[in-house]
């Protein structure tokens, strides 16, 4: 398994942006699938975006309609979350996690990931 960490929550008004970081303390973290997920209050887990571990694929929960986007620097060992017109229906936790097995695929599927991030809160207010 590999240490993640988010950062880059906050505070934004409706129509706003974030981007968001997940900072991996191994190397490792650029040979693995990494997804976005995030929890608002009383509801559950939900899938945002998954990036293949080159940079070349990626996959959108339909819900988003381009208006976020997914992308990684291997020499950072980071993936970022770049968030565009906020909605209040974003605020939630946002955890990034790494599919640290060795199938080729993008999962959004929760249990698919087995390296979790302590999560960084996103809140839009209107």
């Known amino acids: 398994q590999v240490q993640l960490v988010e950062s880059g929550g906050g505070l934004v008004q409706t129509g706003g942006s974030l981007r968001l970081s997940c900072a991996a303390s191994e190397r490792a973290i650029t040979t693995y699938a990494v997804g976005w997920f995030r929890q608002a209050p009383g509801k559950e887990r939900e899938f945002v975006a998954a990036?293949?571990?080159?940079?070349?694929?990626?996959y959108y929960a339909e819900f988003l309609k381009g208006r976020f986007t997914i992308s990684r620097d291997h020499a950072k060992n980071t993936v970022y979350l770049e968030m565009d017109n906020l909605k209040v229906e974003d605020t939630a936790v946002y955890y990034c996690a790494a599919d640290t097995s060795w199938v080729q695929r993008l999962s959004p599927i929760a249990s698919d990931y087995n390296s979790w991030g302590p999560g960084t809160q996103v809140t839009v207010s209107s």
């Open positions: 990036i293949n571990w080159s940079g070349s694929n990626t």
